[in-house]
């Protein structure tokens, strides 16, 4: 039988994974404790409608101010001006977050993080998940947003799986650009890792049976559906978890850096598959977001990544993140 892990009475929940202190998960008549790594973020933990939602931090990047410059296209002199503002002190923290869904039936996971294909100071999704009271082996469904390696390089240990019973989902655009040989054939030789990095992140799977697309905008599962964000990569999809009224949309990549994109969403990142259609999907979808008064989660929104989106009187937009209490 599953163990999932115990609803929560609040709407809004938190609970935190100490630095150093051994965290107690009460699970299904089996309570046991899992001790979470020292150097590791908090979890975060909330309810929409009947859904659990578990933000499972992989770790941060810092970068200098003119680092990150470099990155970003657009208007510099602004760009330069908003980064300065924003990071005074000129180094700049870049996050990286997966989310765990408990929907009663099945564990579902949105990304994987970077496992041990990214820097030493990533690569922590499933020691959070097990701090969070749950095993790599219960996950029933991990659904990509994109395929780039900090999402995908969760999913495999070497060669083998990290989830061995779940299903890997993911849009079908997505996959057929980045495991095509023709594709990484053609691509600049420093694109070419992410080639090799999604073969191989995905091909246990693949050769086990459990690696599946989908079209854009599908529903996936009640209380899932996707929808398409192209633009950064050829696939890149947000995924709708609705429960009860209640809604969080996980929209990926769609902002890399807040402080920046937020205020100036035709701003792009080097990373982009298609700047100009990155740049037209996240104004579409920040636009959608603040009328819709949506919540939304981001992989690189700062720990952890949750918020909303409100217009401000310059064509842009202001993040409003949760409350995020850092002390008890």
Same mark, same amino acid.
Request: aromatic residues 12%; proline residues 4%; charged residues 20%.
């Given at each position: 039988m599953k163990?999932?892990?115990?609803?929560?009475?609040?709407?809004?929940?938190?609970?935190?994974?100490?630095?150093? /202190?051994?965290?107690?998960?009460?699970?299904?008549?089996?309570?046991?404790?899992?001790?979470a790594p020292a150097e590791l973020k908090e979890g975060y933990r909330m309810m929409?409608?009947? /859904?659990?939602?578990?933000?499972?931090?992989?770790g941060a990047n810092k970068r200098l101010l003119d680092q990150q410059?470099?990155?970003?296209?657009?208007?510099?002199?602004?760009?330069?001006?908003?980064?300065?503002?924003?990071?005074?002190?000129?180094?700049?923290?870049?996050?990286?977050?997966?989310?765990?869904?408990?929907?009663?039936?099945?564990?579902?996971?949105?990304?994987t993080g970077n496992g041990t294909m990214g820097s030493p100071t990533m690569g922590n999704v499933i020691h959070h998940l097990r701090a969070?009271?749950?095993?790599?082996?219960?996950?029933?469904?991990?659904?990509?947003?994109?395929?780039?390696?900090d999402h995908v390089g969760g999913l495999v240990s070497g060669a083998q799986p990290v989830f061995p019973n779940a299903t890997v989902y993911a849009n079908k655009r997505e996959a057929e650009y980045?495991?095509?040989?023709?594709?990484?054939?053609?691509?600049?030789?420093?694109?070419?890792?992410?080639?090799?990095?999604?073969?191989?992140?995905v091909t246990p799977y693949m050769i086990a049976g459990k690696f599946k697309t989908f079209d854009e905008n599908v529903s996936l599962a009640p209380g899932l559906r996707a929808k398409e964000l192209f633009?950064?990569?050829?696939?890149?999809?947000?995924?709708?978890?609705?429960?009860?009224?209640s809604i969080v949309v996980l929209c990926g990549d769609i902002i890399h850096v807040?402080?920046?994109?937020?205020?100036?969403?035709?701003?792009?990142?080097?990373?982009?598959?298609?700047?100009?259609?990155?740049?037209k999907t996240r104004q579409q979808f920040l636009a959608e977001a603040a009328e819709n008064n949506w919540l939304i989660g981001g992989a690189h929104l700062a720990f952890p990544g949750l918020g909303h989106v409100q217009t401000n009187d310059d064509d842009g937009?202001?993040?409003?993140?949760?409350?995020?209490?850092?002390s008890e």
């Open positions: 163990i999932l892990y115990g609803r929560m009475s609040s709407k809004f929940s938190t609970i935190f994974f100490g630095l150093t /202190f051994l965290i107690c998960t009460v699970m299904l008549n089996n309570a046991f404790c899992a001790e929409v409608g009947d /859904f659990e939602v578990t933000v499972l931090s992989d410059l470099q990155l970003l296209q657009g208007d510099k002199e602004r760009i330069k001006d908003i980064l300065m503002r924003a990071y005074p002190e000129e180094q700049i923290e870049t996050t990286v977050n997966a989310y765990l869904i408990n929907m009663g039936a099945k564990l579902v996971l949105i990304d969070a009271g749950y095993k790599p082996e219960q996950i029933d469904e991990v659904y990509l947003t994109h395929m780039h390696g980045w495991l095509s040989d023709s594709n990484r054939n053609e691509a600049p030789v420093d694109v070419r890792r992410t080639f090799q990095a999604v073969k191989t992140a633009g950064h990569t050829p696939g890149h999809t947000a995924y709708f978890i609705e429960s009860k009224g807040a402080a920046v994109q937020f205020e100036d969403p035709t701003v792009t990142i080097s990373y982009d598959s298609d700047k100009a259609e990155a740049a937009y202001i993040f409003l993140p949760l409350d995020f209490p850092t």
